[in-house]
Every structure is written in C-alpha cells, then in structure tokens.
C-alpha cells in the first residue's frame, strides 16, 4: 500500500524577510496554538483548521451567489449595506466552506491552505535563490510544532537540502518535540510572555511552568544552535519594572545573554474583524521608545544584552 503523504495547514508563507533569522529568510506561518494570547496578531492561526474570513470591504455589488451555496444558510442578505452578512456559529463548524469557492471578489476566503512537504519544499527551493549565503527558513505561527508530524518531515528534508533553519516557538509543547527537531535547526526563537505564572495563565490562558522547564532545559543541552529569547512586551500586562527583573534574573540563571524586546502593535486588529472576533487591545496604543529603553537598561545592567525590536545582531 501507498504511504499517505504527511500535509500541513499553513496560513501564509512571507519572503524576503529579514527579521526572523540571519540572513534574507522565507517566513513559514503554521496553524494551530496551544496559546490564547489576548494580543495575538495572527488569530487565523490560533486553530489547526481552515476558518472563514470575510472581507467586508470586497463585498460589493455582486451576484450573491454564495447565499445559495452555503447549505447552512449561514450567509444571509444584509439591510446595512452590504450585500450579505454571516451567521458565524454555522461558519465555525463548516467543514466544505462552499460559499468561498462562489466568491469571484474574495471577501470569503479561508485561512489557510495544506501542503504536503513536496509542496512546501518547492517554494523554498524556489526562494533559495534570494536568500543569499546566510538566509534560510524560519518556521512560525501559531504554534509550529503542535504540527509536529509535518515539521519533522520538513526540517529533515531541509536539512537534507542543506537549507538553515529557525523555529520560533512558544515552548509549551512536549520535551520530547523539542529533542527530535533540535538536531535538524540552527536557531531557535522562544517567546517568554510573563515571568509570573498566575499572570501567564491570564493573559495566554495557559500557565508557564512548563515553558521555564523546557527554556531551562534547552539551555542546558549540548545542542550548537543558538537560542534567542523574546518577550512581547504589553502595555498594562508585562511591560513593568518588576517583571523585567525577574526575566532578567532567569536569564542569568541559565546562562543565557541576550533578549528581544518586540513592542506590541495592532497589525492584525483587522484580522479579527474579519475572523467576526473581538479584538481587547483594538485601542491599545504601542510602547513608546523611551519605555522599551528604560526596560533595556534594567537587562544591560545585569550584562545582558536587550534588543528592541525583531532586529538581531547575528
């Protein structure tokens, strides 16, 4: 019998980035978080589905033929304007999404197409040519490596082809991903949202016991790549001196000597319009840059380097 070939949803695919890894890098955005992060900019990645989304502004003076294909009924005439709006407790559950495949304006569309590995492998090939002699490919999300089956697949088969490779993960994930894909990457981001635990689980949702165990543990490894811790920094969430200390301090416990410091920003707010989600910082101004430099100071003073932005020397 033919083996079934291993796919991944994948919600976007960025080239010619250069903040994500060394180099000019092809930015892989895989679905599925284990996160709830309030501020999140890449809601369509949250679940390791297709969702629906729907562009209002595309929606114009049009057959409407997506009210008729939609077997739910779903999708209803609008008196507001627009020519339709939709009932999201049947779009959440919708497993053939019929309404998208008549949308010739593409206001419906979903979030996220599968790629089996072969797929995948030929857009990077496709893109090496760009990177230059430091580029590569960095894997995000979401939460990459809850697909872990498909990455593996796929750091493999880059590292067969000789292709640098980044992960940017969350951590909270089982050890045991994390040793089977550290052999086939070279760098490794990881996000650290909040020192306290009490205040990880309120604004993720989830505690960060296990991330601290599994940073802890990365750092002791004999692993040769490098890890770069980052930290979201949210105003009102972790952006306080207190907090900065205490990552700090962690820092130096297991040796590590640098961090990023990524302000937040409303880049996806209008993401969740279209995902028919409510977005709690929609009007949450970003840091500004006197107290990004004021919470960089207290990590120089313990000898560790902080750097604002995604921007790192490498």
């Known amino acids: 019998m033919q083996a079934v070939e291993t796919k991944g949803l994948i919600f976007d695919i960025q080239g010619h980035s250069i903040h994500d890894g060394p180099g000019t890098r092809t930015l892989v955005f895989l679905s599925g978080c284990p996160l709830r992060c309030e501020w999140c900019s890449n809601p369509e990645g949250l679940f390791l589905r297709q969702r629906l989304m ?17 077997p739910q009924g779903a999708v209803e005439p609008s008196q507001s304007g627009l020519p339709v709006i939709l009932d999201r407790r049947h779009c959440d559950s919708c497993k053939t999404m019929d309404c998208v495949n ?30 230059g002699s430091e580029g590569g490919v960095t894997l995000t999300g ?3 490596l809850l697909q872990e089956g498909f990455v593996l697949d796929l750091l493999e088969r880059c590292h067969d082809a000789y ?9 909270y994930v089982p050890r045991s991903m994390l040793q089977a894909v550290l052999p086939y990457i070279q760098w490794l981001f990881v996000d650290i949202k909040h020192m306290d635990s009490a205040k990880h689980l309120e604004g993720t949702g989830v505690p960060n016991e296990p991330i601290l165990d599994n940073i802890r543990w990365i750092a002791s490894n004999d692993w040769p790549g490098r890890m770069v811790l980052r930290m979201p920094v949210v105003p009102a969430f972790n952006d306080d001196v207190a907090n900065a200390e205490a990552t700090a301090c962690f820092l130096a416990e297991i040796g590590q000597r640098e961090i990023n410091l990524l302000p937040f920003h409303r880049l996806g707010a209008s ?10 910082y929609q009007d949450q101004a970003s840091p500004d840059h006197d107290s990004l430099e004021s919470l960089a100071s207290i990590y120089a003073e313990r000898g560790i380097a902080c750097h604002l932005g995604a921007e790192t020397p490498f």
């Open 102 to 131: 008549v949308c010739y304006a593409g206001a419906l569309q979903t979030s996220g197409d599968w790629y089996t590995v072969d797929e995948l492998m030929r857009v990077l090939n496709r893109d090496r040519y760009y990177w």
């Open 142 to 144: 979401g939460e990459p």
């Open 163 to 171: 292709v640098d490779t980044c992960v940017e993960t969350s951590a």
């Open 271 to 280: 993401k969740y319009e279209q995902l028919g989600m409510t977005y709690k």
């Open 54 to 70: 729907f562009k209002s502004r595309f929606c114009r003076s049009c057959p409407t033929r997506c009210l008729g294909a939609c």
